[in-house]
C-alpha cells in the first residue's frame, strides 16, 4: 500500500519533470527556429506547462492577409528584431548573471495546427503579447500592453515592460545595420555631387529657378494642408476594409476628425488639380493666346488666338467644375449633413 | 480733369459701402448665438478672461496688476496679475470707461459678449491694407471681405467668445500691416508702429512668439536671397529694439526675450544685420580679395562664438531651454510621452483634412495657386508672405486651434489669386478702337465675350456658394455656447439645455461662500466665474502635480480619495455626467487623463493598464475591471444611476453599456447634495468625520445593518399645542 503510494508519487514528479523542457531544452527548440519557438497543439503544454526556471514570452498573432490584420503584420518585423536583440546578447537565453532566462514563443493561427493555443489563452482577438512567469502555476499569465505607435517606439516600450517584469537589466536593442540603404545614399550622393561639378552653370540656374521653389513649397503647403501631419503623428491607417473584407474603403465616412491615409493623397491631388487649373487661367492662357497672336508670318490672327483662348479657358474650367464637384461630394462623405453639392452624378449620392 | 475728380469721389463712396457692409457682414454673421441664447460668455477659458475684466473694472488697473487670487488652485493660489496677458481685460475695461464717459452705460458683461464681433471688422481693415500693400487695393478688398466671413476666424471670434484670440488676431494682421509698410519704405514712422503693436499683441496672447520669430525669419531669407539693403536696415533694428524693450513692460514676460530661447532667433538676427551692414560697409571700402578674406575669417569666428555663447548660457541657465508647448511643436511625440496635459486638450490635437476645407472652403485650393503665383513675382514683401504660408500651414497641420492663424494669410493669397484672374478676365473694354490691328471680326469678339463671360460667372458662383458655406458653417458648427446646450424635444420642437448655470447656480446659493470645491480642470474656469467658488484645479493649468492629485482622488477608491480630498480642505466635489443623456463630453470619457496624468507623478500606486479589461477594453459595465468600479470617478457618476430605471441595471447612453447596481456599490464616504435635472452635473458633499471615531465605512456598513434589522422606527415628537 504504502510502496504503491511513494512510488505514484515518484512516477508523477517524474512525469512532470519529464514533460516539462528545462532550459536547455527550450534554448534547442528556439535555436531550431530561428531563435522563435513555435507552439503548437502537439507541443504547447510541454512548452509552457510544469516547472521551469524560464519567462515565456507568447505572441498570439495572425498574419494571414485573409484575416486582414493589419497590427499584425505591423508587429511582425518589431517581435523579430525584439527576439534577435535577445538571442544576439544571449545565444542560450541566458540573462548576463545567468540566473534568469527568456524565451519567446509564437503562434500563428492555424486552424488545424494551434487553434489548441488560442484556446488555452482564451485569446478572442489578436495580436496579444503574453507574459509568462515561472513562479506562477501553469495557464497562469499577464499581458504585456502593445502601444499605439509603431516602429521603435512600440519596440522600446515593449522592451521596457519585459525588464521591469523579468528583473534583466541587460537587454539591449540591437537594430540591423541596413548597409543597402547606406550604399545607396552615398551612391546617390557621390552622382549629384559629380554632376553637379561637372555642370556648376546648370546647377545654379537650377537653385536659382522661382518655378522650382515655387513649385516645391506648393507641394508642401499642399500635402500640409491635406492632413499629411494627421497621418504622421497618429499614424493612420492607409485604407479600411469593409466589413466582409471583399472591399477597400477609401474614406472614413462621416468623421471629421478622423481620415486614412489614402485620404491625404486622394485630396491632395485634388487640391493640386484645383491649383493648377487656377494658376493655368491665370498665366497660360494669356501667354497661349499671346503666342497665337501673330500667325508665322508675323500677321496678326486674333481670330484664331481667341479661338484657342476660349477652348483653353473652358478647358481648364470644366476641370475645375468636375474636380470641385467632387471634392465637395467628398467632403459630403466626411461631414454628415453638409447641404452643398455642385455637380450631382445621377443615381449616387 | 474733372472726370478724374468725380471718378475718385465715386471709387472712395464705392470703398467706403463695401467696407461698412462687409463690416455688417463680419459682425452680424457672428451674432447667431446671442440671437439664439441670449448674451452670454462661452465655454470656458472667456469666464476667466471675465472674471479677470470685471476685477479691473471694479478695483482699478494697478490693483489688477498686482491680484493674487486665492480663490482658485486653493491652498496656493494664483497670481493672477503676474500671470496673464492683461490686453483683453485692459481693452475691454477701456472700452466700457469710453462708453461711460460719452454717456452710455453699458453693462461689462455686453462689452466683453460683443468684443469679438467688433474687432473682427477692424482685423477686416487691417487684412485689406496688408494685402494692398501685397497687390493692389482689388486684391485688398476680396481679402477683407473673406476674412470677414471665413469661418476658421470665426470660430474664435463669435459674439461671446471671449478669448485672447479674439483680439490677438486683429492685431497679429495690424502688426504684420505696419511691419511689410515699414519694410517697402524703411520708414521709422511705420516700424515704430509696427513695434507699438507688436507690444500690445505681447500684452494680449502668448502666440505673440510667431511674430517674434517670423519676422526675423523674413529678414534671414531676404539676407540670404542677396537682398539686404538700409530700408531693411533701419526697419528690423527699430522694430526689434522698441518691440523687444516695450514687450519686457508686461510682467508675465518680464525678461523672457533677452533669457527664453523661442526669442533667440529675434536676437540673432539683430546681430547679423549689424555684421552685414558692417559687411557692406567694409565691401565698399576695399577690394573684392581683401573683403572676401576678412568675409571668411569673420563669420566663422562670430558662429563659433555665437553657437558657443548660446550652448554655455543654456548651460549655466541664464537662458532658458524651449517650452513644453514649443516643443510639441516640432517633435510631435514629445507631448505625447513628457506632458500628458497638453496632449489632454482637444485643441492641440492633430488636424484632419476635413477642418481645412470645412474652415476655408474653396479659398484652401485657391490658397497654394496664390503662393505660387508670388513666387512668380517675389519681391521682399512676398517672401514674406511665402514664409508664413509655409511656416502657419505646417503648425495649423499639428494643432487644430492653430488653424487660426494660417485663416488670414489663406485668405490675403486666395484674394491675391481671385484678383489676378479678374484682372485677365474682368476687363471688358475691347481693343476697338485700334487702328492697326485693323478690324476684329464679330466672330472674335463673341468668342473673347464668352471666355471671359464663363470665367467670370462661374467664379462669381464659387464666391456665391463659399458665402453661403461660411454662413452654415458658423451657424451649425461654431455658435454654441457650450455652456447652455440645444436639443430637441421628443416632439422636435428645440429644448435648451441648461444644467450647468443651473448646477453653478445651486452652488452659488447653497453653500459656504468659502466651500472649495474639487473638480476636473476643465470646469474651474466656469466654476469661479458663475459660481463663485474656490476651486482646486482650474484652465490655467500651471501647476501639473496639482492637477495630478485631483486626478488621483478621482481615480483612487473613495476612502483613498476622501483622505486626498479632506487633506486639501476640499467641501465638495463635481463631476459631469453625460450618461443619461447622451451627452459624451462627460468626466467618465476624460477619465483615462486623469489616470495618464496622475500615473506621471504616481507610477507606482495609478497604472493605466488597470483601468482596462483584460482584452484591454475601456468599459464601464459589468466587465470593467475592479480598479475602474472601485474608482471615486466611477462612483460618483453612476452613483443611484440604476435608480432611474428599474434599480437594478441602468443604461449608459454615452458608451452604450449597462451599468449594475452591485457594481457601483455603497458610497459611505460622500453624499450627494445636488444633481441637475439631466443629470449632467451631479455635486457630493464630503462626508464628516464620524463623531466616534470610526470610519465611514464601518459607520456605513452598521447604519446599514442597523436599518435591515430594525423596522422603521417612527418617531413620535410629543404634540405641542398652543394651551389655550
Redesign the interface.
Same mark, same amino acid.
Given at each position: 500500500m504504502r510502496v504503491s503510494l511513494l512510488t505514484n508519487l515518484v512516477a508523477a514528479l517524474l512525469a512532470s519533470v519529464c514533460a516539462a523542457l528545462s532550459n536547455q531544452a527550450l534554448a534547442k527548440e528556439a535555436s531550431k527556429q530561428k531563435g522563435v519557438i513555435k507552439l503548437t497543439n502537439a507541443n504547447f503544454e510541454k512548452v509552457l506547462g510544469g516547472q521551469k526556471d524560464a519567462y515565456l514570452v507568447v505572441l498570439l498573432t495572425s498574419t494571414n492577409p485573409a484575416i486582414g490584420c493589419t497590427l499584425c503584420a505591423e508587429l511582425e518585423p518589431e517581435f523579430d528584431l525584439l527576439t534577435e536583440s535577445w538571442l544576439h546578447d544571449h545565444p542560450a537565453g541566458l540573462s548576463a548573471d545567468g540566473e534568469r532566462a527568456l524565451f519567446f514563443a509564437k503562434a500563428d493561427f492555424d486552424a488545424k495546427k494551434n487553434s489548441k493555443v488560442f484556446v488555452h489563452f482564451n485569446a478572442n482577438n489578436v495580436p496579444r503579447l503574453l507574459f509568462i512567469s515561472p513562479e506562477n502555476a501553469f495557464g497562469t499569465f499577464s499581458q504585456i500592453n502593445l502601444p499605439g505607435e509603431p516602429g521603435m517606439t512600440r519596440v522600446a516600450a515593449i522592451m521596457s515592460a519585459l525588464k521591469e517584469a523579468t528583473g534583466i537589466a541587460d537587454f539591449e536593442l540591437h537594430q540591423p545595420i541596413n548597409w543597402g540603404s547606406i550604399a545607396v545614399t552615398a551612391v546617390a550622393t557621390a552622382v549629384i555631387v559629380a554632376v553637379v561639378r561637372r555642370n556648376k552653370a546648370l546647377a545654379a540656374k537650377l537653385v536659382a529657378c522661382k518655378s522650382i521653389w515655387g513649385l516645391g513649397t506648393v507641394f508642401i503647403i499642399v500635402i500640409w494642408n491635406s492632413g499629411y501631419m494627421f497621418n504622421a503623428i497618429r499614424g493612420s491607417q492607409f485604407a479600411g476594409m469593409s466589413q466582409n473584407g471583399d472591399a477597400v474603403i477609401y474614406f472614413m465616412e462621416g468623421q471629421q476628425q478622423n481620415q486614412f491615409g489614402i485620404e491625404t493623397q486622394i485630396v491632395s491631388v485634388i487640391y493640386g488639380i484645383l491649383a493648377a487649373c487656377t494658376v493655368g487661367l491665370i498665366t497660360f492662357v494669356p501667354y497661349a493666346a499671346n503666342f497665337y497672336a501673330k500667325d508665322k508670318t508675323g500677321r496678326p490672327s486674333p481670330s484664331k488666338a481667341s479661338f484657342v483662348e476660349m477652348i483653353l479657358t473652358l478647358s481648364f474650367l470644366i476641370t475645375l467644375y468636375a474636380v470641385y464637384s467632387a471634392l465637395m461630394a467628398v467632403f459630403g462623405l466626411k461631414s454628415s449633413g453638409y447641404p452643398f453639392r455642385l455637380l450631382r452624378l445621377p443615381g449616387k449620392y | 480733369m474733372a472726370q478724374n475728380q468725380a471718378l475718385r469721389w465715386i471709387q472712395l463712396l464705392l470703398k467706403c459701402t463695401i467696407f461698412l457692409s462687409m463690416t455688417g457682414a463680419a459682425v452680424s454673421s457672428r451674432l447667431f448665438s446671442v440671437i439664439r441664447f441670449e448674451s452670454i460668455i462661452h465655454e470656458f477659458d472667456p469666464w476667466f478672461n471675465f472674471r479677470a475684466t470685471k476685477y479691473l473694472v471694479n478695483h482699478g488697473f494697478y490693483k489688477f496688476l498686482n491680484w493674487f487670487d486665492d480663490r482658485t488652485w486653493y491652498p496656493l493660489g494664483r497670481v493672477t496679475g503676474g500671470t496673464l496677458y492683461p490686453g483683453l481685460m485692459t481693452t475691454s475695461a477701456a472700452v466700457w470707461h469710453g462708453l461711460r464717459k460719452i454717456g452710455l452705460p453699458v453693462d461689462i458683461r455686453n462689452v466683453c459678449v460683443l468684443f469679438a464681433p467688433a474687432f473682427s471688422g477692424v482685423t477686416a481693415w487691417a487684412t485689406y491694407h496688408l494685402t494692398c500693400e501685397i497687390k493692389d487695393s482689388g486684391a485688398g478688398l476680396l481679402a477683407a471681405g473673406f476674412i470677414a466671413i471665413a469661418p476658421g476666424y470665426i470660430s474664435r471670434s463669435v459674439a461671446g467668445s471671449y478669448d485672447n484670440e479674439a483680439i490677438a488676431i486683429t492685431l497679429l494682421m495690424v502688426t504684420f500691416m505696419f511691419w511689410i509698410k515699414a519694410m517697402k519704405t524703411g520708414s521709422i514712422m511705420h516700424s515704430t508702429f509696427a513695434a507699438v503693436f507688436y507690444f500690445y499683441m505681447v500684452s494680449a496672447w502668448g502666440g505673440y512668439v510667431f511674430i517674434t520669430n517670423l519676422i526675423p525669419l523674413h529678414i534671414f531669407l531676404l539676407i540670404l536671397m542677396g537682398r539686404y539693403s538700409t530700408r531693411l536696415y533701419s526697419a528690423y533694428t527699430t522694430w526689434y529694439a522698441i518691440g523687444t524693450l516695450a514687450s519686457m513692460q508686461i510682467p508675465f514676460v518680464g525678461f523672457l526675450p533677452i533669457r527664453s530661447n523661442d526669442h533667440m532667433a529675434a536676437l540673432g538676427v539683430f546681430g547679423l544685420m549689424q555684421v552685414v551692414a558692417l559687411g557692406n560697409f567694409v565691401k565698399s571700402q576695399v577690394s573684392w580679395q581683401k573683403f572676401k578674406t576678412v568675409m571668411v575669417l569673420s563669420l566663422a569666428f562670430l558662429l563659433a562664438v555665437g553657437i558657443c555663447g548660446l550652448f554655455a548660457l543654456t548651460y549655466f541657465g541664464y537662458i532658458a531651454p524651449w517650452t513644453g508647448r514649443f516643443y510639441s511643436l516640432w517633435d510631435?511625440?514629445y507631448a505625447k510621452i513628457h506632458i500628458p496635459i497638453i496632449a489632454s486638450v482637444s485643441e492641440h490635437?492633430?488636424?484632419?483634412?476635413?477642418?481645412?476645407?470645412?474652415d476655408t472652403q474653396?479659398l484652401?485650393?485657391?490658397?497654394?495657386?496664390g503662393?505660387? @503665383?508670388l513666387?512668380?513675382e517675389?519681391k521682399d514683401e512676398h517672401v514674406f508672405v511665402?514664409a508664413y *504660408?509655409?511656416l502657419c &500651414?505646417?503648425f495649423?497641420?499639428?494643432m487644430v486651434r492653430l488653424m487660426l492663424t494660417l485663416t488670414p494669410i489663406i485668405c490675403v493669397c486666395a484674394a491675391v489669386?481671385i484678383s489676378? @484672374?479678374f484682372d485677365?478676365?474682368a476687363d471688358f473694354s475691347f481693343p476697338q478702337d485700334n487702328a492697326a *490691328?485693323?478690324a476684329? &471680326?464679330r466672330?472674335?469678339?463673341l468668342?473673347?465675350l464668352?471666355?471671359k463671360l464663363?470665367?467670370c460667372a462661374?467664379f462669381l458662383g464659387?464666391l456665391y456658394?463659399f458665402v453661403?458655406?461660411c454662413t452654415?458653417v458658423t451657424s451649425?458648427a461654431y455658435s454654441s455656447p457650450s455652456v447652455v446646450l440645444p436639443s430637441r424635444n421628443q416632439d422636435g420642437s428645440p429644448a435648451l439645455i441648461d444644467d450647468f448655470r443651473e448646477a453653478y447656480y445651486w452652488l452659488r446659493m447653497n453653500t459656504a461662500e468659502d466651500a472649495k470645491v474639487a473638480s476636473w480642470w476643465d470646469y474651474g474656469y466656469q466654476i469661479g466665474g458663475m459660481a463663485d467658488r474656490t476651486t482646486l484645479v482650474d484652465n490655467n493649468t500651471w501647476n501639473n502635480t496639482h492637477i495630478a492629485i485631483v486626478g488621483k482622488a478621482m481615480s483612487s477608491p473613495q476612502d483613498k480619495a476622501y483622505e486626498i480630498l479632506k487633506e486639501h480642505d476640499v467641501d465638495y466635489v463635481l463631476v459631469i455626467f453625460g450618461g443619461l443623456i447622451g451627452f459624451s463630453g462627460d468626466d467618465i470619457n476624460k477619465f483615462l487623463w486623469m489616470v495618464r496624468i496622475s500615473e506621471g507623478i504616481w507610477p507606482d500606486e495609478i497604472k493605466e493598464?488597470e483601468y482596462f479589461t483584460?482584452?484591454?477594453e475601456y468599459r464601464m459595465d459589468a466587465m470593467a475591471s475592479q480598479t475602474m468600479k472601485d474608482s471615486l470617478m466611477y462612483k460618483l457618476s453612476y452613483y443611484r444611476f440604476p435608480s432611474v430605471y428599474n434599480g437594478v441595471e441602468g443604461m449608459d447612453r454615452v458608451r452604450g453599456q449597462r451599468i449594475r447596481q452591485q457594481d457601483i456599490g455603497e458610497l459611505d464616504y460622500f453624499e450627494e447634495v445636488f444633481t441637475s435635472e439631466n443629470w449632467l452635473v451631479r455635486l457630493y458633499k464630503l462626508k464628516e468625520l464620524d463623531p466616534i471615531g470610526r470610519d465611514l465605512r464601518s459607520a456605513g456598513e452598521f447604519d446599514r445593518n442597523a436599518a435591515r434589522g430594525l423596522k422603521k422606527r417612527i418617531a413620535r415628537k410629543p404634540a405641542l399645542d398652543f394651551r389655550v
Open positions: - | 510631435t511625440n490635437q492633430p488636424t484632419a483634412w476635413p477642418a481645412f476645407f470645412f474653396f484652401i485650393w485657391l490658397f497654394p495657386a503662393v505660387f @503665383l513666387f512668380l517675389l511665402i *504660408s509655409v &500651414s505646417y495649423a497641420g499639428v489669386t489676378k @484672374l485677365v478676365y *490691328s485693323g476684329i &471680326s466672330k472674335t469678339r468668342m473673347t464668352i471666355t464663363t470665367v462661374s464659387y456658394l453661403y458655406h452654415w451649425n493598464r483584460p482584452s484591454g
